[in-house]
């Protein structure tokens, strides 16, 4: 039997010194192609993925764009939207890697992703996640009172929309996504967190929200729910670090999860940087799995125990 792995594809790894063109972004998805065609063999693999940078692109063109007769989509929808897109550059990728490396191709798909939330999260309460494009204080907040947009000053740049982050709960297509990877189907799904839905009180229909779902909290609970054996949340760096650029700067290649907790409480991990991913292979580790965190071109001997951060219970 394969080993079941969930790799979490950061979204700004497939921009690169801002390059936010398709081809630019197409052509730096090839080494995420390469990567998956090399594992594929011994592996089953689901591919989930971060969108902060593309989706950021979508709300800034459907906002300038938006018109009475064309209005802009909502936030949920944008995710929806940067679901196929960035999917269909990493089916491509992956396809056009088995097919310059002579292997026959596997089957691949996309699956647009709709990701459950609580309603009642306390994440709804204090929005905190910018999104879109800057704007002054006084275009900003005449755009909240317009369309009920919560707006905060975002590190001296400017100010930007900001909306909820909730966790993840349930995934909606995980059975789907289980069938197609047991019959040998590389599987990209939640991309970009998913797509953040909530269950209306009497009925239980799914109804979307304007939110966004950290990636690595979402692709950690797909791999909970698809019962994988390795989740991995691939990064800029090879290894989780300690005192990170300073000279006592340390790496951390195998740890439990209760090291790993216990340097998170001296707070070494930061929020919006290394934390959801140590967060999401810790939860992982606890529930008897193995956690993983590395960069792309360390995956192969990451997965051998050779590369990365590799977090057991």
């Not at 989509?73 to 269909?88: D, F, K, N, R, W």
Request: proline fraction near 4%.
């Amino acid at each position: 039997m394969k080993k079941r792995v969930v790799l979490a594809l950061g979204g700004n790894a497939l921009q690169k010194n801002g390059e936010a063109s398709a081809e630019a972004q197409k052509k730096i998805a090839e080494s995420v192609g390469e990567a998956i065609s090399d594992l594929a063999d011994k592996y089953e693999i689901i591919v989930a993925h971060g969108n902060g940078p593309q989706v950021g692109n979508i709300l800034i063109h459907e906002e300038a764009a938006s018109t009475e007769k064309a209005p802009a989509m909502p936030l949920e929808t944008a995710v929806a939207m940067s679901q196929g897109q960035i999917g269909y550059w990493l089916t491509q990728a992956i396809n056009n890697a088995f097919i310059k490396k002579g292997k026959p191709s596997k089957k691949i798909a996309t699956v647009i992703s709709q990701v459950v939330v609580d309603r009642n999260d306390p994440a709804f309460k204090n929005p905190s996640k910018p999104i879109g494009q800057f704007y002054t204080e006084k275009e900003a907040k005449a755009l909240a009172k317009e369309k009920g947009w919560t707006v905060k000053e975002d590190a001296g740049r400017g100010w930007r929309r900001v909306v909820a982050s909730p966790k993840p709960i349930d995934i909606v297509e995980k059975k789907t996504i289980s069938e197609l990877v047991s019959d040998g189907v590389i599987v990209i799904a939640a991309g970009g967190g998913g797509i953040p839905v909530v269950r209306t009180k009497v009925l239980k229909r799914l109804k979307g929200i304007d939110a966004v779902i950290d990636k690595d909290y979402a692709a950690e609970k797909l791999a909970e729910l698809v019962r994988a054996d390795v989740f991995i949340s691939c990064t800029a760096v090879p290894n989780v670090y300690i005192n990170y650029g300073l000279p006592e700067q340390q790496k951390l290649d195998q740890i439990s999860v209760k090291e790993i907790q216990d340097l998170k409480k001296y707070g070494y991990f930061k929020a919006g940087s290394m934390l959801p991913k140590v967060e999401a292979a810790s939860a992982f580790a606890r529930h008897g799995g193995t956690g993983i965190i590395t960069d792309i071109d360390n995956l192969r001997d990451a997965l051998n125990g050779k590369a990365g951060t590799i977090i057991t219970n």
